[in-house]
Structures are given as C-alpha cells and as structure tokens.
T-cell receptor, first 116, second 112 residues
C-alpha cells in the first residue's frame, strides 16, 4: 500500500513555543491531506482538510491561527501548533488521498506532542 | 443521528474465534467503505476497502457491505492475539467534495 510518513513521531516542547509536524506521501502525489487529533481511547477528530496550493479548510471549533496548516507541494503538508499550551498535548495524525488510487486514504504513523 | 455508528466495545474473544465488527451509516451518498486497524499509539493501518455490496475477502479478513441496510461488517477468522487492536470503519462520500467519516472504533482483545 501507499506510504505516508510523519515526522517527528514524538516531540516535547515548552509552553508558548511553536512546533511543526510534517506529513509526507512517499510514493504518490497527495492532492488532499487531512489532519486529525486523537485523545487516548477516543476516535479520530478531523481538524482540517488541505488541498495542495490552497488554504486549508478547518472544522468547526478548530482555531486556524493556532493550528497552521500548509500544503505547499503534492507530497508535503505541515501542521504548526503555535503558542503551544499543555492542553494541546495530544496525538496528531495526518492522512493523504491520491485520486489515482481511488478514494482510499492512507495514514501517517502519528506524532505525539507533549507540551510542558 | 451520527453519520456512522460503531460499537466501541471492548470486545474480548478467545484465540481462534471468528470476530464480527460492525458499523451502520445513515446517508446513502456514502459509497466507499474502508476498515482500518489501529494499534495503541500508532496511526491507523488500512486493512480493506470496497465500493460494492457483497463480500470482499483478503486472507483472514472479509469485508461485507449491505448498502440496502446501510450496514458494513469486518469478519476476522482464526483470530490471533496479534489482532488485538482498535478497528475503525470509515465511509467516504465520493460525489462532490470528498468527505470521510470515521466510526469511533471498536477495541478488540483476542485472548491467548
């Protein structure tokens, strides 16, 4: 299957700083990428949908200025958590879709963010 | 009504049992169905996908879709302790803007 790589897998940052998480499609061009947040033992919560070259579409309740999403190329999307707060500590997962492979989406390995 | 409903479990079965995992959905506009397996602290891994009503088999896994009832299932035969994970169903609307909806996930534990 297709490979989506996410980096870093684990990051610890101080309150007030910003942290960037990268999501790369390694063997296909991802026209659409999705960012999710997942709390322990809970389901995926879609944060935003990003299409290459355009602004991300954020889900209701997700702060655009806090969670900056950039999808500058067909293989890379980034999520930047700005002015991180301990409440932002969570598991962040990206997924990607390539039209040529049908409608299937493939997930990255996830990134654990801990804000101290 | 949620667009997709999935029993969160947990579901505990003995090794070798046949496991049945199920989801229901409410909108017939969703025409593409996927099952993912997620181990603790990992990203979801695609197991199977299908467009059609009926069964699709891959090794020990069978995905079943009944569009008339808006019901999808994943069967795992000869379950193993390594199958212990959370299983997520996902539905996709393929007309207009793509939209993916995930179930809450069912936690499965296969006991050795």
């Amino acid at each position: 299957g297709a490979v989506v790589s996410q980096h870093p897998s684990r990051v610890i940052c101080k309150s007030g700083t910003s942290v960037k998480i990268e999501c790369r499609s390694l063997d296909f061009q991802a026209t659409t990428m999705f960012w999710y947040r997942q709390f322990p033992k809970q389901s995926l919560m879609l944060m935003a949908t990003s299409n290459e070259g355009s602004k991300a579409t954020y889900e209701q309740g997700v702060e655009k200025d806090k969670f900056l999403i950039n999808h500058a190329s067909l293989t890379l999307s980034t999520l930047t958590v700005t002015s991180a707060h301990p409440e932002d500590s969570s598991f962040y997962i990206c997924s990607a879709n390539e039209g040529g492979r049908g409608n299937t989406i493939y997930f990255g390995e996830g990134s654990w963010l801990t804000v101290v | 009504q949620k667009e997709v409903e999935q029993d969160p479990g947990p579901l505990s079965v003995p090794e070798g049992a046949i496991v049945s995992l199920n989801c229901t959905y409410s909108n017939s506009a969703f025409q593409y169905f996927m099952w993912y397996r997620q181990y603790s602290r990992k990203g979801p891994e695609l197991l199977m996908y299908t467009y059609s009503s009926g069964n699709k088999e891959d090794g020990r896994f069978t995905a079943q879709v009944d569009k008339s009832s808006k019901y999808i299932s994943l069967f795992i035969r000869d379950s193993q302790p390594s199958d212990s994970a959370t299983y997520l169903c996902a539905i996709c609307r393929t007309s207009g803007t793509y939209k993916y909806i995930f179930g809450t996930g069912t936690r499965l534990k296969v006991l050795a």
